[in-house]
């Protein structure tokens, strides 16, 4: 059974910096896309970055520059890590894997596996 459980959300200051943890259980990460996506209230959930099995990546403009998506196979992880936080980063923080093909992409619609989530709050 696929599972995957976020951590390493947060308070953290503008202008600070996180790392968000996505494991994975039931499967191995380096089968599938994995994708990272935020929801603040209010608000219709948007991908953040993704990651597939050749290590292509792809970034929501607004994260371009300040979020690196990452991978160890080993340890069947998959990290985001945010720099230069903004408060307009806060938002309930979410893992995702899709078995639709080996394409990166930012669509949550084309996700089938979700995490539980993870706050991030970023002010000061």
């Known amino acids: 059974q696929v599972h995957l459980v976020e951590s390493g959300g947060g308070l953290v200051q503008p202008g600070g910096s996180l790392t968000l943890s996505c494991a994975a259980s039931?499967?191995?990460?380096?089968?599938?896309?994995i994708g990272w996506f935020r929801q603040a209230p209010g608000k219709e959930r948007e991908g953040v970055s993704c990651?597939?099995?050749?290590?292509?990546?792809v970034y929501a403009d607004s994260v371009a520059g300040r979020f690196t998506i990452s991978r160890d196979n080993a340890k069947n992880m998959v990290y985001l890590q945010m720099n230069s936080l903004k408060p307009e980063d806060t938002a309930f923080y979410f893992c995702?894997?899709?078995?639709?093909?080996?394409?990166?992409?930012?669509?949550?619609?084309?996700?089938?596996?979700w995490g539980q989530g993870t706050q991030v709050t970023v002010s000061s």
């Open positions: 995702a894997a899709h078995g639709r093909g080996h394409f990166p992409t930012l669509d949550p619609h084309i996700y089938d596996y």
């Open positions: 039931g499967f191995t990460l380096d089968t599938y896309p």
């Open positions: 990651i597939t099995s050749d290590d292509t990546t």
